[in-house]
């Protein structure tokens, strides 16, 4: 094979997730075909390599060490842009639906259409080198002569262009845009004019029975190399396929032949474990016989290599179909620069995440060559860990989720919630909004309210909450569809857990859990380990740990904390569930939850840059300065990464302001236990937690619950009620509720949905 046909290009494997568009710029200066996304860096034991197509949730390791098509550089940052084909997903499916079962019997290769119309068949028509050249590429070398190109060059692009059909890797997008737009049969189109887009070809369709196969497939995806009697269907011209990712072709090839059969329901089509059962089932049959699906299973390097040797002049990669089909139709004068897209497009569908270790094993012993070959990086099925199970078993929840949720309840249609607080209070009680009558904006039918807090009414902290229009802010801003598929974690300590009740309590009064007589869809977790879930509608994820990454110490004893709960959301034990471990390792952060489906169980979850994190120092102060410190050494190690779009959005929550000093607001201490009410007044400048996250986060970290003027709320705190008339302490830093926690969960949403917008 001519050197000149392969360019090799390192790969960089120690860069992180996915290009960012900064990084987009120099990627482009190496190569205008290498844009792609790079693999996850290899980790501890425990972990294994991913990649993300679109998030996380599907491998996608599509990092090609070896480009070969060939492209004359050009300086356009536009055309870089255009070539952009992150968003293109490309599936080969129209002429397989269509054709295939024509060709199940290696004998039987010739279509109705050409034995009704009686065409005389010649073997060699259709093969570029023995025909005239089209009329462009003619013109095409005319031009390049006026122009005074080199001799070489000419000779170069003189040579006509093939098309080598590898299944599942989007030739039908290729072969229906080439004869619609340019005429010109490629793939099937070369055999049967009779198929839509196929039809009105000037030169003639070949004969398939002269072109047999030594695989039962048809002609169009017969390997080059594998044609009987050692003909070359492709002799005298330059030719390019498109190979995949091996993990997701064959994913799509599941799709493709279910999808075909049209007789498995959708739960089932979207079952990983019928989907994992399946593939393994067909790959050992193509192991054992050396075929399956009419073809559709043979490797890519079979068609691409013969005895070590490249067969093909050119090499595309599916992940960036788009921009490589450009640059080469440009290198060839080809006048088809867009690609259409011949989706089967299919609700729900899987990814290959949700491969298991042993179809990964038979994956690798099918496709093993190409993984090399093509630069795809091969999952060790050994090292399938923690983090990977969890990735499955977050895709089969997901997918539970949305078999089973309601479509979101619509506010009352053409009417607005009024300003005025009877207005609001009435709107409080339409069935549409979930709400109670106990004239509380929510009251104990919320499931997560702590009787003790609910004296919102008598303290007036629930006038307060109405007033600030804290349901209706909630409810649109789950209603609008940004939070979709999101996960919302809360941090920190009882304080915090109020801010959870509230929003969690809010978002039920708004109509918008997924079902709260499902307790599927909702789980107080472990009360004494401090975690709490609900699923919202639109599949987000609400959660409180106390926790979560590692990170804050509590003063809490073990009359408190049940000891097996603790440590099993709380292990230190593991690495792997430290947050700034996990910066410092460049991996993705872990946390565990109660399970939805069981909450006795302990499940792994996954933060992504699709993910928002609120975290609290506390405020217990014999741990503060201590979780502050390691707060601020996880930003300052998330600020310095190479890659900031692995992490999910931080968020500092400030201190929610205490009234046990009628001058700054103090924090408990023994001298407080007598005393019978809280300051209802205090000044925040002069409060120690005020000053100590000023200077630590303020300006340089996103904040929230500054400015909510707490300070003046002091009336609002517990103060003794929730002790039941028991003697003991006052209470001036938890809240009344409804009340104060309310106005941080307003604005929480609203800073969430301030975050997707700037993504």
Same mark, same amino acid.
């Given at each position: ?596 489906? +069981? @909450? !006795? =169980? ?7 840059? %699709? #993910? ?6 506390? $405020?217990? /102060? ?38 046990? +000093? @009628? !001058? =700054? ?7 407080? %236990? #007598? ?6 007044? $205090?000044? /925040? ?75």
């Amino acid at each position: 094979m001519d050197g000149t046909q392969t360019e090799d290009r390192p790969r960089d494997m120690t860069s992180s997730l996915t290009r960012t568009l900064l990084c987009l710029a120099s990627v482009a200066a190496v190569s205008r075909l290498l844009h792609v996304k790079t693999p996850y860096t290899s980790v501890d034991a425990g972990r294994r390599n991913l990649r993300s197509l679109e998030s996380l949730g599907s491998f996608s390791f599509s990092d090609p060490k070896t480009t070969v098509v060939k492209s004359t550089p050009h300086d356009d940052p536009a055309a870089v842009g255009r070539g952009d084909s992150d968003d293109v997903i490309l599936l080969d499916n129209g002429h397989d639906e269509m054709i295939d079962n024509e060709f199940r019997d290696e004998d039987q290769v010739v279509t109705e259409q050409s034995a009704e119309d009686g065409t005389q068949n010649d073997p060699a028509v259709g093969r570029r080198g023995e025909n005239p050249l089209p009329p462009y590429l003619a013109a095409a070398e005319d031009k390049g002569r006026q122009d005074g190109q080199q001799e070489a060059d000419d000779q170069q692009n003189s040579l006509p262009l093939e098309f080598v059909d590898i299944p599942k890797t989007g030739g039908s997008s290729v072969e229906f845009t080439a004869a619609r737009d340019a005429q010109i049969a490629w793939g099937v189109c070369k055999f049967d004019h009779s198929i839509p887009l196929c039809y009105g070809l000037t030169s003639q369709p070949v004969d398939g029975k002269a072109w047999k196969c030594k695989h039962k497939t048809t002609p169009w995806h017969c390997p080059p190399s594998q044609f009987q009697m050692n003909m070359n269907l492709y002799e005298g011209s330059d030719t390019f396929a498109v190979v995949s990712n091996p993990y997701d072709r064959i994913v799509r090839q599941y799709y493709w032949a279910n999808t075909q059969e049209k007789r498995l329901p959708p739960e089932k089509l979207n079952d990983p474990d019928y989907m994992n059962d399946w593939i393994q089932k067909h790959l050992t049959s193509y192991s054992r016989r050396g075929d399956c699906l009419g073809g559709h299973c043979i490797p890519m390097h079979i068609y691409t290599h013969l005895d070590g040797d490249q067969v093909v002049t050119h090499i595309l990669h599916y992940e960036t179909l788009a921009f490589d089909f450009e640059q080469l139709m440009k290198h060839y004068n080809i006048p088809l620069e867009q690609l259409d897209n011949h989706d089967l497009v299919v609700d729900g569908q899987l990814g290959s995440n949700v491969l298991n270790a042993d179809t990964v094993k038979i994956v690798n012993e099918w496709a093993g060559p190409d993984f090399d070959l093509f630069g795809y990086e091969m999952v060790n099925p050994d090292d399938l860990s923690e983090l990977s199970q969890a990735l499955e078993e977050e895709a089969k929840q997901q997918q539970v989720m949305e078999e089973n949720s309601l479509q979101f309840q619509q506010m009352m249609e053409g009417a607005a919630l009024q300003e005025t607080t009877q207005e609001l209070a009435a709107a409080e009680e339409t069935p549409q909004l979930g709400l109670t009558e106990s004239g509380a904006i929510y009251d104990e039918s919320c499931p997560l309210l702590p009787i003790q807090f609910f004296v919102g009414l008598q303290t007036g902290s629930n006038q307060m909450s109405i007033e600030a229009r804290t349901l209706p802010t909630i409810a649109e801003a789950i209603e609008s569809g940004q939070l979709s598929n999101r996960k919302i974690l809360l941090v920190g300590d009882s304080v915090m857990g109020q801010v959870y009740t509230s929003l969690s309590c809010l978002a039920l009064a708004a109509g918008q859990w997924t079902d709260p007589t499902d307790k599927a869809f909702w789980s107080n977790g472990h009360v004494d380990a401090r975690v709490k879930r609900v699923k919202l509608k639109g599949n987000t994820d609400l959660m409180l740990s106390s926790w979560a990454g590692e990170m804050l110490q509590y003063g809490w004893t073990n009359a408190n904390i049940n000891k097996d709960l603790h440590a099993a959301f709380k292990s230190q034990s593991s690495n792997d569930y430290d947050w700034i471990k996990s910066c410092e390792m460049n991996v993705h952060m872990l946390f565990q939850m109660p399970s939805l489906t +069981d @909450p !006795d =169980e302990v499940e792994t979850m996954v933060l992504t840059n %699709r #993910d928002t994190v609120y975290i609290h120092g506390t $405020v217990h /102060p014999g741990h503060r300065l201590e979780n502050l410190e390691r707060v601020s050494q996880l930003f300052q190690c998330m600020a310095s990464s190479d890659d900031p779009s692995k992490w999910p959005r931080f968020v500092y929550v400030a201190s929610m302001q205490q009234h046990f +000093d @009628p !001058d =700054e607001g103090g924090a408990w201490s023994e001298e407080w %236990r #007598d005393a019978t009410e809280c300051a209802s007044s $205090v000044n /925040p400048t002069l409060w120690d937690y005020y000053k100590e996250e000023t200077q630590l986060f303020a300006g340089y970290v996103p904040m929230i619950g500054r400015d909510l003027g707490m300070e003046d709320m002091g009336d609002f705190h517990l103060g003794r009620m929730n002790l039941q008339g028991k003697a003991g302490s006052l209470d001036c830093t938890h809240w009344s509720l409804p009340g104060v926690p309310d106005l941080i969960a307003k604005e929480m949403l609203l800073n969430a949905r301030g975050i997707v917008s700037e993504q």
